[in-house]
């Protein structure tokens, strides 16, 4: 099982929206020890090597409870997320609720792997961001306003990762908002922040790939 040391905030640890961001900062972090550190909650985490960033938020959840008598059940809790969020756009409340059910259901250890050439649109994306200085937000940049990173996720599609269908989701939402620039004509500049920002999220084949995942996941 993993080690965790928590200081700081015992009582932010049983906020949603700040067991989001701990797992954000866990995933992107390699290697055994991770640290955390969102709004006075700290931590270190020493993974056990079977386990997840998923499985060290319920051991974050556990030691709240055993901490805070007074600690609601998810539901509750997520309830009142959605009305601290209530100032931000739809999309991106929804964007945010579809991590953290995943987080809680445990939907986020379903994998689905990334085609090659969603992979090599993203690669394309990295490397006009690199060039250009524009396009997508980077992990801490997104983390800010609540929404999913498109540099994080480019490096997650390169490397053919498998993505949870929550992520998935996100993509067919990003797709879903971002197509009337690419109707529009502006991915006709090659080097468009809309157009990096689209490669970034898999491309045209990132596109029909997560609109076809979503579909038959649906259809189950």
Do not use: C
Not at 8 to 22: D, S, V, Y
Not at 53 to 72: C, F, M, N, W
Not at 74 to 101: F, P, Q, W
Not at 139 to 156: D, F, L, T, W, Y
């Amino acid at each position: 099982m993993s080690r965790l040391k928590l200081k700081g905030n015992h009582k932010a640890l049983a906020r949603p929206e700040i067991q989001f961001q701990i797992w954000q900062q866990l995933t992107l972090q390699k290697g055994l020890r991770r640290r955390f550190n969102v709004r006075g909650a700290q931590g270190e985490v020493i993974l056990d090597p079977r386990d997840t960033p998923s499985q060290v938020i319920t051991l974050i959840k556990a030691r709240v409870e055993e901490s805070l008598p007074q600690y609601r059940g998810e539901v509750d809790v997520v309830k009142e997320l959605a009305g601290e969020m209530s100032t931000l756009h739809k999309t991106r409340v929804d964007t945010l609720m579809n991590e953290i059910e995943g987080i809680l259901s445990g939907d986020l250890e379903k994998g689905f792997k990334p085609p090659q050439n969603v992979a090599r649109a993203a690669e394309r994306g990295l490397e006009l961001r690199r060039e250009h200085g524009r396009g997508g937000l980077s992990a801490k940049e997104a983390s800010k306003h609540g929404i999913g990173s498109g540099v994080q996720r480019a490096v997650n599609l390169k490397n053919r990762d498998d993505l949870s269908l929550a992520t998935v989701k996100r993509m067919k939402n990003f797709f879903n908002r971002h197509r009337t620039y690419k109707e529009r004509g502006y991915h006709r500049d090659r080097t468009s922040a809309s157009y990096i920002s689209w490669l970034l999220w898999g491309g045209d084949a990132g596109d029909r790939w997560a609109q076809k995942i979503v579909k038959q996941e649906a259809d189950k």
